[in-house]
């Protein structure tokens, strides 16, 4: 990316210095005052929507490679000869290092750099794409998925906080998020439908090696129009912060994938998650005692901050568990093929696109509150309305709960993001960003494991009784009666959390509330 800096030049004797994110180099002392917007950072404002679309190219990329893969798990099971536990960690290996990872690469980008963050971790997730095509078992292709998490993790956060270091007028900047956001809902379309298309024409190779050429552009472009960011003063490294933090998402992200096939009350699974929460403490209790916290956890005393974090979690975890349902459904009870199922998804995908960039023009004009607590009851309505389905239902049913819930998800998450970013300090853009991704992330971990188990735990009750008695469609009755209290699951938690929103995301009284 670009090494552009643009520094203030040097203030007038008697005044405080500052020093901008964004710098043309060093400007003649002058007793005169200089303009407050540089002439190289008038250029940099000019051309922020070409920015933008480098930002938003580069989350895509993160985002379609979260979901293309599992189109070609069949292919893979046959080519690599993969058994279960093989595919199960092809697809979790990309997310267990991206999550691990978020928070140390959201420090390092703030204090090396977020456009170098940027720029490393495309080149990493391009190495890792070009060894998961070159593959030929399945270890080396969950070491190279491994590979491709990492530099995931640098490029999400990265693409954030370049993007609220761009966008300084608060209006513009909720709308860039809300572009920013509709990008990130329609990766998750855009990847089985890509894959289905690939895999139609191709090898599985093919998954990966689209990545290259689309890293190529990022990159190439990225250097003329990501302008340098970072810290306004570097903070002190905090090691212990960093191995405590990337322990603790490790180990809590593993027992949460793992959760499903070992039992929720198994030992192994009450071991995992005991030591995710020692783990999660210890973070916890050293960035409190320290004077350079990576994470300064007394952020999370702001109940506008908390609020938004709460949402995204919920709003994620109700989206991957009705996707993680919905493309079964598709599949196996309505018999579409994988590219048929991708397609049907793309309605829901593109209303919520549409959303993201309404939710975050209203919350310019009424604040976050409404369209978070709106977003998460409408939801919460099309989760209900999912839940109504009979193994006699067909796509319309399925299709316009998925345009409810997608319509819920934009409303809202453009709207908590755009919060959260308003409420952290320049110089911790970078972890900030990191924060509202990782809790995406563990939304959708926990969505898929917690829907997933609910629905599974139920169909193979109702397959049991109904198969017995030789009923001609079990498997579609039992597999839609589990995914009915699956979903029902996921309307209570977002139902909750409309109420927490409609709390804690009140507009403070006075700037010193705030």
Not at 381 to 407: D, K, Q, R
Not at 444 to 469: E, K, N, Q, W
């Amino acid at each position: 990316m670009s090494a552009i800096t643009i520094t203030k030049p040097p203030a007038p004797a008697g005044t405080r210095q500052t020093s901008a994110a964004v710098s043309a180099g060093p400007v003649p002392a002058s007793p005169v005052p200089a303009s407050p917007v540089p002439a190289l950072q008038t250029a940099v404002s000019r051309r922020r929507w070409l920015t933008l679309a480098v930002l938003c190219l580069s989350l895509l990329i993160t985002v379609v490679d979260a979901t293309i893969v599992n189109v070609a798990l069949p292919t893979l099971a046959h080519d690599l000869r993969a058994g279960t536990a093989g595919l199960q960690w092809i697809t979790d290996a990309y997310t267990l290092t991206f999550a691990a990872l978020l928070l140390l690469a959201g420090a390092l980008a703030d204090r090396f750099g977020r456009h170098r963050a940027l720029a490393a971790g495309l080149a990493v997730f391009a190495v890792g794409s070009l060894s998961a095509a070159l593959t030929r078992t399945p270890a080396e292709l969950i070491a190279a998925r491994a590979v491709m998490g990492t530099g995931a993790a640098f490029i999400m956060p990265a693409t954030l906080s370049i993007l609220s270091s761009v966008f300084t007028v608060p209006a513009e900047r909720a709308k860039a998020i809300g572009i920013w956001s509709a990008v990130s809902g329609l990766g998750v379309a855009i990847g089985p439908v890509a894959g289905g298309v690939l895999l139609a024409h191709f090898g599985w190779d093919s998954i990966f090696l689209v990545n290259l050429p689309l890293v190529a552009l990022a990159l190439a472009a990225g250097h003329w129009l990501v302008p340098a960011s970072r810290a306004p003063q570097a903070r002190r490294p905090d090691p212990a912060g960093a191995l405590l933090s990337v322990a603790a998402f490790t180990t809590l992200t593993w027992a949460l994938i793992a959760a499903p096939a070992s039992g929720w009350l198994s030992a192994a699974t009450l071991a995992r998650m005991g030591g995710a929460a020692v783990l999660l403490t210890a973070f916890a209790a050293v960035e409190i005692r320290s004077d350079h916290p990576m994470l300064p956890v007394s952020l999370f005393r702001n109940p506008r901050l908390t609020g938004a974090a709460v949402s995204l979690l919920a709003l994620f975890f109700a989206l991957s568990g009705a996707v993680f349902l919905t493309t079964q459904i598709y599949q196996l009870v309505l018999g579409y093929s994988p590219l048929a199922a991708g397609l049907r998804a793309l309605p829901p995908a593109l209303t919520l696109a549409v959303t993201a960039t309404a939710g975050a023009h209203l919350a310019k004009r009424t604040g976050a509150r409404l369209p978070v607590t709106g977003g998460l009851l409408l939801v919460t309505a099309g989760l209900a309305f999912f839940a109504t389905a009979t193994a006699g239902v067909g796509y319309p049913h399925y299709v316009l709960a998925m345009i409810m819930i997608s319509g819920g998800i934009g409303l809202a998450m453009s709207a908590a993001t755009t919060l959260t970013m308003e409420q952290l300090p320049p110089a911790l853009a970078g972890v900030g960003s990191a924060v509202n991704d990782a809790t995406r992330n563990l939304g959708s971990v926990l969505g898929v494991a917690v829907v997933g188990s609910i629905t599974a735990s139920v169909a193979a009750g109702r397959l049991a009784v109904l198969g017995s008695a030789g009923h001609p469609h079990a498997f579609a009755s039992a597999f839609i009666a589990g995914s009915d209290y699956g979903v029902l699951a996921a309307a209570g938690l977002t139902a909750i959390t409309a109420g927490i929103a409609l709390a804690a995301l009140r507009k403070p009284k006075s700037p010193a509330a705030s």
